[in-house]
């Protein structure tokens, strides 16, 4: 094995066994098998037999098959291997291991290594570790979580104040108030220093400074103004944060109060505008639907769809009609988007004709159309072909349809071969030779092709 090759295929999930698949393999009981390749270098298949070895209490089996691929010095695998031992009371083995690839600046080790130190009474080495790194990002999360149990949160927040000094302008346009700060989030890792201290004031004052308000589709002011109860201040926010995620809390606050009447009225009233239901339609069906009310969830999405017809909403407008039993009527508004787009439909829209079709008896029909869409022989089109076809029982025929297309597909493919029993077909299919694609230099124009 070498790390390189490991390091590699883990990432773009090439050559390998992927996660979801020995899942699978797993399921059906092919544990021998799993074992088997284990031990040949499939590093996901040995991740899972390793756990399972652990729980069975076979802790020195289990360390013996991670082994070859610690011996790599392939950082995952040693990851893999301190985590075995610090889970059975063994941490100062697991922070002997883990301390060489912390200390060669590989960051990923760095943040686990500091982790490890803080979980186990040494904070205070951990803080001093990353306090070097206060420029990056992920180091700097990872200080201010160490900070706490350091009793260094006042060291923390001096470190942060003086790189949001030194933030410079963005670019060269004399116009523009973008700043460009190292770390990135150093206002929003001050402010949840400034909270843990008790200073809620300086902490939503900063917060009101980002530039950046969302993160992962969460707002940090929005969820401490949760959790100090301030939901004055929450409604008055949430009527001007634009991305929806503040006024997405407070329906969340209103109903686990049982407010859900307040909830929904938050989502209409911040939604009356289309560019506000853009971004809280799917959450206010969401939350009708938890409530027994899926025809007005059904309504919400079939009235905005009728003038923004993105395909993620028209989804999952499509999955509400399914879900409910209303797939014919799925099915006429689809028919009403492609009248309204002089009879063309494009393949994402099309496909989420399958399923509805299916739903109404009308697969052998589906199919039909879907063969003759003018994406039809597409791998994409494939896909989803294959999807409705296994969804149906007709697995040997959605593997049909996904060995067409040879050079993609193979996990989709080989999850449907591993379906029909036909686990060595399957292996083989996935541990096809890979090579690795050379980069180009970049010439300064941006491709056209898909995928985008």
């Not at 100090?228 to 329906?251: C, F, K, N, P, W």
């Not at 002089?342 to 009308?362: H, I, K, N, S, V």
Request: net charge negative; hydrophobic share 45%; glycine share 6%.
């Amino acid at each position: 094995m070498d790390a390189d090759d490991l390091d590699y295929r883990a990432r773009t999930l090439t050559g390998y066994i992927p996660p979801k698949l020995v899942s699978r393999l797993l399921e059906l009981g092919h544990e021998r098998e799993v074992e088997f390749q284990a031990g040949r270098g499939e590093w996901f298949c040995a991740l899972e037999w390793v756990r399972l070895l652990g729980n069975r209490g076979q802790r020195e089996q289990a360390l013996e098959v991670l082994a070859p691929y610690v011996a790599t010095n392939w950082w995952p695998a040693a990851q893999a291997r301190a985590e075995l031992l610090e889970g059975w009371g063994r941490a100062e083995e697991a922070i002997a291991l883990s301390r060489p690839y912390a200390e060669s600046g590989d960051r990923l080790a760095l943040v686990f290594f500091a982790r490890l130190l803080a979980r186990h009474g040494r904070s205070g080495e951990a803080f001093m570790l990353l306090r070097a790194g206060i420029q990056d990002w992920f180091l700097a999360e990872c200080l201010v979580d160490v900070a706490a149990a350091a009793g260094m949160d006042e060291e923390a927040a001096v470190l942060l104040e003086a790189r949001a000094e030194v933030a410079v302008p963005a670019c060269d346009d004399p116009d523009c108030d973008n700043l460009r700060m190292e770390p990135s989030n150093a206002v929003g890792l001050l402010a949840t220093i400034r909270e843990r201290q008790g200073r809620v004031e300086e902490a939503i004052a900063l917060l009101h400074t980002r530039e950046i308000t969302s993160v992962n589709g969460r707002d940090q002011l929005a969820d401490l103004l949760t959790r100090h109860d301030r939901i004055t201040e929450l409604r008055a926010y949430a009527a001007s944060e634009h991305h929806g995620h503040a006024v997405q809390r407070l329906a969340e606050v209103l109903e686990k109060r049982d407010d859900v009447e307040g909830a929904i009225a938050a989502y209409r009233t911040f939604g009356s505008t289309p560019s506000g239901m853009w971004h809280v339609a799917v959450p206010l069906s969401e939350l009708l639907v938890r409530h027994g009310r899926s025809d007005e969830a059904i309504e919400v999405l079939r009235a905005f769809t009728e003038h923004e017809a993105e395909d993620w909403l028209v989804d999952a407008l499509c999955t509400l009609y399914s879900d409910h039993g209303r797939s014919r009527e799925g099915l006429a508004h689809l028919d009403a988007i492609k009248a309204r787009r002089d009879g063309e439909e494009y393949w994402d829209l099309f496909q989420m004709r399958l399923p509805l079709m299916a739903d109404c008896g009308l697969l052998d029909e589906a199919i039909e159309q879907a063969r003759s869409h003018p994406e039809g022989d597409t791998w994409y089109a494939a896909w989803a072909l294959s999807d409705i076809l296994d969804k149906a029982g007709r697995t040997e025929e959605a593997a049909a349809v996904l060995a067409q297309h040879p050079e993609v597909n193979s996990s989709l493919r080989a999850e449907r071969l591993i379906d029909l029993g036909r686990i060595q077909d399957a292996v083989r299919l996935l541990q096809q030779p890979i090579s690795k694609p050379a980069t180009p230099a970049w010439d300064g124009a941006y491709s056209t092709e898909p995928p985008f």
